[in-house]
Nanobody, 118 residues
Framework: DVQLVESGGGSVQPGGSLRLSCRISGLADTNYCMGWFRQAPGKERESVARIGSGGTIFYAGSVKGRFTISQDTSKNTLYLEMNSLDVSDTAVYYC?????????????WGQGTQVTVS
């Protein structure tokens, strides 16, 4: 079975930084989009940053220039470096994988990690 396990969430003051990690196991097929998504209380889940199977990177406009997604294939780990964090970034962050990068095609999810900016 494919498993995604996130870590690295926590509480930070506005302007601070955090790095999230997602350990991937059981995913032999490399033709997958991997990404980070978040869901704030009372809001729908949204895409934050994604890496397509061809390596193309997509960022949500609200995080562009502040967040960086990267992947270490040797460690089967996906990262999200978050800088200049704002209160509006508070959410549960999920690692996800799917055949395509559109949110509706993301079918594999981690358990989520809480990020609180206050």
């Amino acid at each position: 079975d494919v498993q995604l396990v996130e870590s690295g969430g926590g509480s930070v003051q506005p302007g601070g930084s955090l790095r999230l990690s997602c350990r991937i196991s059981g995913l032999a097929d490399t033709n997958y989009c991997m990404g980070w998504f978040r869901q704030a209380p009372g809001k729908e889940r949204e895409s934050v940053a994604r890496i397509g199977s061809g390596g193309t990177i997509f960022y949500a406009g609200s995080v562009k220039g502040r967040f960086t997604i990267s992947q270490d294939t040797s460690k089967n780990t996906l990262y999200l470096e978050m800088n200049s964090l704002d209160v509006s970034d508070t959410a549960v962050y999920y690692c996800g994988a799917g055949r395509y990068c559109s949110l509706s095609y993301i079918t594999i999810w981690g358990q989520g990690t809480q990020v609180t900016v206050s």
